[in-house]
């Protein structure tokens, strides 16, 4: 492995990925009858904004997905 791709593996080993913007991919998302979304956000998440989620939720409704965001704190190791 090259200096080049050890730079671009992550600390737990796993190579790391160029950023990729979900409404971006949201042509890629077809309605199918019968199937929901759904988006569980806390307000207090530092790793993904509910602002960001709240705009995916958005867009996807704007592209006549059946998307519904949810409102609710999360818990774990980082969250405690």
Partial sequence: MTSREQARRRSDGY???AAVDPIDQLPQVHPMRGF????????????????SQAAYVQAAKADSLDITQIRMHGSGAKRE
């Fill in 15 to 17: 190579a790391r990925l």
């Fill in 36 to 51: 929901r979304m759904f988006v569980a956000s806390d307000p207090d998440d530092e790793e993904v904004s509910f602002a």
